[in-house]
């Protein structure tokens, strides 16, 4: 594990002692399902798997502590802290660099943007929020099945993450949750792009 500045056993015991058994089983599964999807855009196996490991290492933090990490550590538009389910990303990428001394900038980003995500990801942002969404300990097979059959089709991964945006916006409404407003420019930004031949 060359992306991290700390042993494996060290890692995998953090995991575990921070994260519940299933947010455990969904790490690996999300590290597993990026590296078997790399190959497949010319990215590098070990990064996605390593990335897709540690994307959610905050996500066991308590509302309070997330808040705290995010308003004495970091910078977040405040259209962002909306919602407490998207507040782990930030501070999971702030934590990949404190804990496990992750300097790789695209990893980073990655772990930033894997909920809400932004406009103009890279290929490896988008395999790792789609593996997010995809792996297949946790996920349901329909929901699973929906995204990834667009992983094959010229312009895949741009029609995923279409995909998936819609499956979330629609929970998100099902469930009375408030949307952010990037997340909408970026179902529109990607009407466009999936719509690309």
Same mark, same amino acid.
């Given at each position: 594990?060359?992306?991290?500045?700390?042993?494996?056993?060290?890692?995998?015991?953090?995991?575990?002692?921070?994260?519940?058994?299933?947010?455990?089983?969904?790490?690996?599964?999300?590290?597993?399902?990026?590296?078997?999807?790399?190959?497949?855009?010319?990215?590098?196996?070990?990064?996605?798997?390593?990335?897709?490991?540690?994307?959610?290492?905050?996500?066991?933090?308590?509302? *309070? #502590?997330?808040?705290?990490?995010? &308003? +004495?550590?970091?910078?977040?538009?405040?259209?962002?802290?909306? $919602? @407490? /389910?998207?507040?782990?990303?930030?501070?999971?990428?702030?934590?990949?660099?404190?804990?496990?001394?992750?300097?790789?900038?695209?990893?980073?980003?990655?772990?930033?943007?894997?909920?809400?995500?932004?406009?103009?990801?890279?290929?490896?942002?988008?395999?790792?929020?789609?593996?997010?969404?995809?792996?297949?300990?946790?996920?349901?097979?329909?929901?699973? *099945? #929906?995204?990834?059959?667009?992983? &094959? +089709?010229?312009?895949?991964?741009?029609?995923?993450?279409?995909? $998936? @945006? /819609?499956?979330?916006?629609?929970?998100?409404?099902?469930?009375?949750?408030?949307?952010?407003?990037?997340?909408?420019?970026?179902?529109?930004?990607?009407?466009?792009?999936?719509?690309?031949?």
């Amino acid at each position: 594990m060359d992306y991290i500045k700390v042993s494996e056993k060290y890692l995998m015991d953090w995991l575990k002692n921070n994260l519940s058994e299933k947010r455990y089983q969904h790490s690996l599964g999300t590290g597993e399902c990026a590296r078997d999807l790399a190959p497949k855009y010319n990215i590098n196996p070990d990064k996605a798997y390593i990335t897709g490991l540690l994307h959610d290492c905050a996500k066991c933090f308590s509302n *309070e #502590k997330l808040l705290e990490i995010i &308003n +004495e550590h970091l910078e977040i538009d405040e259209s962002e802290k909306i $919602s @407490y /389910k998207t507040w782990h990303a930030p501070v999971s990428a702030y934590i990949v660099q404190k804990e496990f001394g992750v300097k790789d900038k695209e990893i980073i980003s990655a772990i930033r943007w894997h909920t809400i995500g932004k406009i103009g990801m890279t290929d490896f942002e988008k395999l790792i929020y789609l593996a997010d969404k995809i792996e297949p300990r946790t996920r349901e097979d329909y929901y699973i *099945e #929906k995204i990834s059959k667009h992983l &094959n +089709e010229p312009n895949g991964l741009n029609k995923a993450m279409l995909e $998936s @945006y /819609k499956e979330t916006i629609k929970s998100l409404v099902e469930r009375d949750l408030k949307i952010c407003i990037q997340t909408v420019d970026i179902y529109n930004y990607l009407e466009d792009e999936a719509n690309v031949n």
